[in-house]
């Protein structure tokens, strides 16, 4: 299935998705539905039971897909079509599309992946949850070269820092206060291995306008754990508390969680065409 639409896919997406598909022999029912149908018809897809349903979408419908799919459903291919992509990066690096598809096809193999769960929702990457989770599209537009762009999105996540601090618990832990958490999965995460049964969670413990600019920046150009205001730990379950909605970001899209939010870990979400994974 293919967003036409997204601009990261373009409009002659059905023409190389068959052409590829042909190169390997496969017979692929591809399905572009209008921007309001997609989730309706992913539904169809799986409903289908296919051997494999290829996504060339969004950071939602990837993670809608995963979410639908679950572990016993159909093996999924998310490929990158949308702004972050953050799960087509984690499982097949940042490559354009036809690149990732005929890397899956050629050496992909089924992978079972581990991720987190809050409020009835599935993400396989990362969760930010807290103001600051407007850093993500700004340092999404670094990536694609766009320094306004990028500059406009930092100026906002600035001025929305310190609009309410969250109180978190991890694994029944005291309660603590911190500006904003990050929750990597283990696909996606540096600091665990792709196999691990945790979440790594940080806390960014920033106390002005100063450390908040500095963390984002450390974001767009660095790895964030590296920064002072970082405390990072792994855990199964992460408890958070909020006076108010808790602004938060899953797999590049953004939700509302309500004041009072449980983050799980969950060993199975759904089954990846993968490529395999790096000998030890």
Known sequence: MANVASGSVGADATARLAEIFAEFGIAAEIRTPPVKDLIDTLKTSIAARPDLLVILAGDG??????????????????????????????????????????????????????????????????????????????????????????????????????????????????????????????????????????????????HGAGEVLRLGLNAIVRDWRTDPAVQVQDCKVVRVWSAQTIPAVLDGEIVRLKGLAEIRYVPAVCRVLAPPKDPA
């Open 61 to 206: 419908t990837a993670r809608a897909a995963a979410e639908l799919c679950g572990p016993d459903g159909p093996m999924i291919a998310p490929l990158p079509g949308g702004t972050m992509n953050m799960l087509p990066h984690a499982v097949y690096g940042v490559r354009p599309w036809p690149e990732a598809l005929r890397l899956a096809l050629e050496t992909g193999e089924a992978r079972t992946l581990g991720g987190g769960e809050v409020e009835g929702h599935r993400f396989l990457c990362g969760a930010i949850l807290g103001s600051p989770a407007l850093w993500a599209p700004a340092r999404e537009a670094v990536r694609q070269g766009k320094a306004k762009l990028a500059f406009l999105r930092a100026r906002r996540a600035v001025g929305r820092a310190f609009t309410g601090r969250l109180r978190y618990s991890v694994e029944g832990g005291e309660r603590e206060k911190t500006e904003a958490l990050v929750i990597m999965c283990p696909i996606a995460s540096k600091a665990l291995d792709t196999d691990a049964k945790a979440l790594e969670v940080a806390a960014m413990n920033v």
